[in-house]
């Protein structure tokens, strides 16, 4: 029941390889957001969605690609892995309810990859 | 654009005493939401407590509450009667209004040691 899922949780891949994560949602989110974590950076905003088909850069967004085309689905492709893109990647969900902002957001349980 | 500082990398407190962990935000915008995560060595992200912009009262949940100085652009976390099972990693993150798709923007984190 967790309404927000990742895979694969761990992967290494090889420099110069696609890989793609998965985020998958339970819960009908309008938004989906791609981040990773690196250390004494916190997480940074990778892309994001805002609907199906509707997706936008964050703050980190080179050398990544994401694809939306389902509500539930949110990819997030390296076109060619790096060793700069290891990292443990998060996917995270929220809903708006209009003007009021105590929503809050559920993350999945994090991707860690490694790019040897 | 928007901000979030967390100027201590680590620290540490005695178990049952009481810590403060320091959050600084930047933004132009008038509505925004303040929150803070904690991530203990498992990895995931787990919501403590927010405080809204327009929030009068500071926010409580049980041993954690948030000191926020508007003015100072300020969002400390205080967490009373520490326990050993507070050692985690502790970040504090900013959203703007629902017109920036409600991204979260991070700090660096705080590394909280509790000592017995």
């Known amino acids: 029941d967790a309404g927000i899922t990742q895979s694969p949780r761990h992967k290494v891949t090889e420099t110069g390889t696609p890989v793609t994560l998965r985020c998958h949602q339970t819960e009908n989110h309008r938004y989906m957001y791609w981040y990773r974590q690196d250390p004494g950076h916190g997480l940074r905003l990778i892309h994001y969605?805002?609907?199906?088909?509707?997706?936008d850069k964050g703050e980190v967004s080179d050398g990544y690609s994401v694809s939306r085309s389902k509500t539930e689905d949110f990819l997030l492709t390296l076109e060619s892995a790096t060793s700069s893109q290891t990292s443990v990647y998060f996917c995270a969900i929220s809903e708006s309810r209009g003007i009021k902002l105590d929503y809050g957001y559920t993350f999945g349980s994090g991707t860690r990859l490694t790019v040897v | 654009a928007q901000k979030i500082t967390q100027t201590q990398p680590g620290m540490f407190v005695q178990e049952k005493e009481a810590v403060t962990l320091d959050c600084t935000y930047d933004t132009s915008d008038q509505s925004y939401g303040l929150f803070w995560y904690k991530q203990p060595s498992s990895g995931e992200m787990i919501f403590l407590i927010y405080q809204g912009s327009y929030d009068e009262q500071n926010a409580t949940e049980g041993r954690y509450s948030l000191n926020f100085q508007k003015a100072r652009k300020s969002a400390n976390l205080v967490i009373s009667a520490s326990q050993l099972g507070d050692s985690a990693m502790y970040f504090c993150?900013?959203?703007?209004?629902?017109?920036?798709?409600?991204?979260?923007?991070f700090g660096a984190g705080t590394r909280l040691a509790v000592h017995p």
């Open positions: 993150a900013m959203r703007g209004p629902p017109r920036g798709y409600n991204k979260l923007i």
């Open positions: 969605s805002y609907g199906v088909k509707d997706t």
